[in-house]
């Protein structure tokens, strides 16, 4: 079935680029999503990216796709202490809209 | 405003007791979504509802019902809960499923613990 992987912790200083990783197994992903969770709370959608595009960029945040490698990355630059959250990539592709989530990478943001 | 709006926030139910969470949308979007999220896991699909068609997760367990009466809400009931039943859950909205521009929607999330 369909698998979704995520490193689990990421630590930056304040002001730093962050990137947080994802790989996925599906071949016929069409729609690749990132979530953010803060702390007790639900999932707020940050952005997408169909599979035929490589690069999206929506102000701090870049999303770079490489399907051959079935690689996804979010870019977060200039991060702030409120980035700091937990960050689902998540894998749409099926006909119901189901996600498969990944477990999740910890952002923490140091000042 | 909110869209996905999930009532309680915080539940705590005996354990066996029946207990019912609710989902409610403003978003008048076709499709309704229950994930189940334990602590430090990814949420996992339960069951969703296209219209009024139930489409049940191949292993979720015959302890987790839901409901749908009209468009705007979604109930998730748990008939025995049990200590393994503790987890966040959460109801998402999506517009048509695996299309362009229809992303899912969350709702904040009902914390459920079971004494």
């Known amino acids: 079935g369909e698998d979704v992987e995520q490193s689990l912790f990421l630590s930056v200083r304040e002001g730093d680029s962050s990137v947080i990783n994802c790989t996925y197994t599906d071949s016929s992903s069409t729609y690749l999503y990132w979530y953010k969770q803060e702390p007790g709370a639900g999932l707020q959608l940050l952005t997408y990216i169909f599979s035929n595009m490589d690069m999206k960029q929506d102000q701090r945040l870049t999303v770079l796709l490489n399907k051959k490698d079935k690689h996804l990355s979010l870019r977060i630059a200039d991060t702030q202490t409120g980035d700091s959250a937990i960050y689902f990539c998540?894998?749409?592709?099926?006909?119901?809209?189901?996600?498969?989530f990944g477990q999740g990478t910890t952002l923490q943001v140091k000042p | 405003d909110a869209m996905v709006i999930q009532n309680p926030r915080y539940q705590v139910t005996q354990f066996g007791k029946p207990v019912t969470l609710s989902c409610s949308q403003t978003?008048?979007?076709?499709?309704m979504y229950w994930y189940q999220q334990k602590s430090s896991q990814a949420p996992k699909l339960l069951f969703h509802?296209?219209?009024?068609?139930?489409?049940n997760e191949a292993d979720t367990p015959d302890n987790f019902q839901s409901r749908r009466p009209n468009t705007s809400f979604c109930f998730l009931d748990i008939r025995s809960p049990g200590l393994g039943d503790a987890a966040m859950y959460l109801c998402a909205t999506s517009r048509e499923p695996g299309q362009l521009n229809t992303e899912a929607f969350f709702g904040q999330g009902t914390r459920l613990t079971v004494v």
């Open positions: 978003l008048n979007h076709n499709v």
């Open positions: 509802y296209y219209d009024k068609d139930f489409n």
């Open positions: 998540a894998d749409g592709s099926s006909n119901t809209g189901k996600l498969i």
